[in-house]
């Protein structure tokens, strides 16, 4: 089981990546067509697991969004990829 300490940082490094993917439009209406979310349902689910670890998978899945994310972030891209690891075992 995972401690609440790493949940919250996933959580964290999860909530933080997906305000950095909603910042720019494009990127924002690529997030919505890949996850099939819509703009009410994301607010009304941003803190479930399943939703941020969807945010970061989409990242991983474009690597060049993963790898400015991160930098924007500063942190690295494999806190992400962690990060997305430890939501999605919840």
Known sequence: MLRTDTND????????ALVW???EPDR?????ATTGL??????ARVGDPVVLAAALGFL???EPDLVACAAALD??????VAARAALEVR
């Open 9 to 16: 940082n996933a959580d964290a490094v999860a909530l933080s």
């Open 21 to 23: 993917t909603l910042a």
């Open 28 to 32: 924002a209406a690529r997030l919505l």
């Open 38 to 43: 819509d703009p009410e349902d994301l607010r």
């Open 60 to 62: 991983e899945a474009h």
């Open 75 to 80: 942190m690295k891209p494999e806190s992400l």
